[in-house]
């Protein structure tokens, strides 16, 4: 028996993919929002493609805010943002 593999959609680009090719946002019991590299932490959960173009538009279209349906500032697509092109 295979097992199966658990599929996430990209909240920019909408492409569902293995879950083990995305990225998670996640925005934990505290209200704060942080990218989640184990994927296994608290809270409600994102997905977004590791791919540029992809977390770019996250920032232009401000995807988190329809995603975590709350307000979410430009320090933390900002701070998405360098952590996932420096990383």
């Keep these: 028996m295979t097992k ?5 959609t990209c909240i920019a680009c909408r492409t569902e993919k293995p879950k083990y090719e995305l990225m ?3 925005k934990n019991p505290e209200g704060e ?3 989640d590299f184990s994927g296994k932490l608290n809270g409600r959960g994102a997905y977004v493609c590791k ?3 992809c977390v770019k538009k996250l920032g232009q ?9 709350a307000p979410v500032g430009d320090e ?7 952590e996932f092109l420096g990383g």
Excluded: C, T
């Design 24 to 26: 998670r946002v996640v």
């Design 61 to 69: 279209k401000k995807l988190l805010n329809k995603a975590f349906s």
């Design 51 to 53: 791919d540029a173009a």
């Design 4 to 8: 199966k593999i658990p599929m996430r």
């Design 76 to 82: 933390v697509y900002r701070r998405i943002e360098e």
């Design 33 to 35: 929002i942080v990218l």
